[in-house]
């Protein structure tokens, strides 16, 4: 059965740090691009970083850009949003999905057909 589960969301004060988990069970996710999204109540979800599988190349929205990571650990079947400097304005769902490649589109990393996973969330406050 594939599936993406994602892990390591919780409460966390600004300025500080935590590392979502992606891990994928039922298929192998080194062959495929890993994107991870945030959603708000009322607002459309967002992509905000991409791995590539062929290349390992990264995306990222300019909002997370030089805060957060994507990283993938083969061995372990699974992605990382690794997310520094957290700020008020990240508390989100955060969701990871896979698909074929990342793309772009309105300057944000994306998924044309992504697999989702059930998401964890991120509440950042102090």
């Known amino acids: 059965q594939v599936q993406l589960v994602e892990s390591g969301g919780g409460l966390v004060r600004p300025g500080g740090s935590l590392r979502l988990s992606c891990a994928a069970s039922?298929?192998?996710?080194?062959?495929?691009?890993t994107g991870w999204f945030r959603q708000v109540p009322g607002k459309e979800r967002e992509g905000i970083s991409c791995i590539n599988s062929s290349d390992g190349r990264t995306y990222y929205a300019d909002s997370v850009k030089g805060r957060f990571t994507i990283s993938r650990d083969n061995a372990k079947n699974t992605v990382y949003l690794q997310m520094n400097n957290l700020k008020p304005e990240d508390t989100a769902v955060y969701f990871c999905a896979f698909d074929t490649s990342c793309t772009v589109v309105g300057g944000l990393p994306n998924l044309a057909n992504p697999y989702w996973g059930q998401g964890t969330q991120v509440t950042v406050s102090s």
């Open positions: 039922g298929f192998t996710l080194r062959f495929y691009a």
